[in-house]
């Protein structure tokens, strides 16, 4: 069965840390580029970062210098290291895959597999 499992949410005061994971079953993650997504209640999900193939990462605006993406192709996972979380990074986070690339179009949301999400929340 083809599927995403993310993990690693959590609840973390402002200023903390938190690395969700985005583990692959079914298919090997190698040729699928990974999107990370966050939705908010009552809000519009919203594209937090792509991760490529290759090496090219993007982030979002609001993420940008404060979370980072990686791979770990032997375990078959993709890792969204946020940093300097701030009571607006508080979201249900899902990551996604597709074969097609980044490009210009991975905020749009058209990714073929999705996770269940994870949830994170930011309060002291």
């Known amino acids: 069965q ?3 499992v993310e ?9 903390g840390s938190l690395r969700l ?6 298919f090997s993650l190698e040729d ?8 908010a209640p009552g809000k519009e999900r919203e594209g937090v970062s792509c991760i490529s193939s290759g090496d090219t990462i993007y982030y979002s605006d609001a993420v940008k210098g404060r979370f980072s993406g990686s ?3 032997a375990k078959n996972t993709v890792y969204l290291q946020l940093n300097s979380l701030k009571p ?6 899902f990551c996604a895959a597709r074969t097609i690339g980044c490009g210009t179009t ?11 999400g994870t949830q994170v929340t930011v309060s002291s």
């Open 71 to 73: 791979r770990d192709s």
């Open 88 to 93: 607006g990074d508080a979201a249900v986070y």
């Open 106 to 116: 991975w905020k749009s949301g058209a990714f073929t597999v999705w996770g269940q």
């Open 7 to 15: 993990s690693g949410g959590g609840l973390v005061q402002p200023g």
């Open 21 to 26: 994971s985005c583990r692959a079953y079914g």
């Open 32 to 39: 699928y580029v990974i999107g990370w997504f966050r939705q």
């Open 2 to 4: 083809v599927q995403l």
